[in-house]
């Protein structure tokens, strides 16, 4: 939205959202999923556990059965269980630790030259005005825009969650606020 102030146009796009667990697994997911160290280390222990497995089990076939062989066959299979479940594991235990937060209404309204996140709850209430330089990176995803503030901490800011404006007003004005480098448009 276009508003005019003391002769002078200002930007203002309006978001009012409430984190849900289904949002914020989809952020602690991406979020860490979105470094390659991450993802090539994941490879790198499927490739490690699926070769150690086949040589159990070759060596289980060729001498018969052994039940170390056997346990480290088993301990093998919970480790890429665990792979598989840490990314969920860890969105659910982050929920629930920060959940008084999450149930509460976050707002943010971005304009020309800084933006404002508010939350406002029955517990809480606090407000923020921030230049757009404390962003350290924004990921734009088919659902939602990360504007992370630090390595691990990001703003979620839904898309569909948009009350003034659109995400395309957003996602302009973001790219024009930080290096085309620390803007990334994923297709995730």
């Not at 060596?59 to 598989?84: E, P, S």
């Not at 003034?164 to 297709?187: F, P, Q």
């Amino acid at each position: 939205m276009i508003s005019l102030a003391k002769g002078v146009l200002l930007l203002e796009i309006k978001v009012a959202t409430k984190i849900t667990y289904p949002m914020y697994k989809e952020y602690a997911i991406f979020s860490i999923y979105k470094s390659k160290f991450f993802k090539i280390a994941n490879v790198f222990c499927f490739i490690m556990i699926i070769f150690v497995a086949f040589f159990i089990t070759k060596t289980m076939i060729d001498y018969g059965f052994d039940i170390v062989l056997f346990i480290l066959l088993f301990v093998l299979a919970l480790c890429i269980a665990v792979l598989l479940v840490y990314p969920v594991l860890t969105a659910k235990i982050y929920y629930k630790s920060g959940s008084k937060l999450y149930s509460n209404e976050i707002c943010f309204s971005f304009y020309d030259d800084h933006l404002v996140s508010e939350t406002k709850g029955s517990d809480i209430s606090s407000a923020s005005n921030s230049n757009y330089n404390i962003i350290q990176k924004i990921y734009e995803t088919k659902n939602y825009f990360y504007l992370f503030i630090t390595r691990q901490q990001a703003f979620i800011v839904p898309k569909n969650d948009i009350v003034s404006g659109s995400a395309d007003e957003l996602s302009t004005l973001l790219k024009s606020k930080v290096e085309s480098n620390r803007y990334i448009k994923s297709h995730k």
